[in-house]
Nanobody
Framework: QVQLVESGGGLVQAGGSLRLSCAAS????????MGWFRQAPGKEREFVAA????????RYADFVKGRFTISRDSAKNTVYLQMNSLKPEDTADYYC???????????????WGQGTPVTVSS
């Protein structure tokens, strides 16, 4: 059973920063890709960023390039999303996800966390 637990969400002013964490447990994650998605009120869930445990090869959605950074700590089985220069349109629930397929991790991953809310005030 894969378990993903997000933390680090909260309220921040525009231009500020937050770091989200996702603690993974239940499986050896060396073959898993890890990702972050977000869902704003009234909108569909969208891909934000992804990374593998074994090879540092991050992927990003165009709208976060240069502002967000995904990283992982293999020893802690934890994935991070550093979010800088936050904008009000970044307001959403942010979800951690995991899958063993590189093509799937950016679209319909198999495993999800419960989400953590991020609110960016203007």
């Amino acid at each position: 059973q894969v378990q993903l637990v997000e933390s680090g969400g909260g309220l921040v002013q525009a231009g500020g920063s937050l770091r989200l964490s996702c603690a993974a447990s239940g499986r050896p994650f060396s073959t898993y890709y890890m990702g972050w998605f977000r869902q704003a009120p009234g909108k569909e869930r969208e891909f934000v960023a992804a990374i593998s445990w074994s090879v540092h090869r991050p992927r990003y959605a165009d709208f976060v390039k240069g502002r967000f950074t995904i990283s992982r700590d293999s020893a802690k089985n934890t994935v991070y999303l550093q979010m800088n220069s936050l904008k009000p349109e970044d307001t959403a629930d942010y979800y951690c996800a995991a899958d063993q397929d590189l093509d799937v991790i950016t679209t319909t991953p198999s495993h999800w966390g419960q989400g953590t809310p991020v609110t960016v005030s203007s």
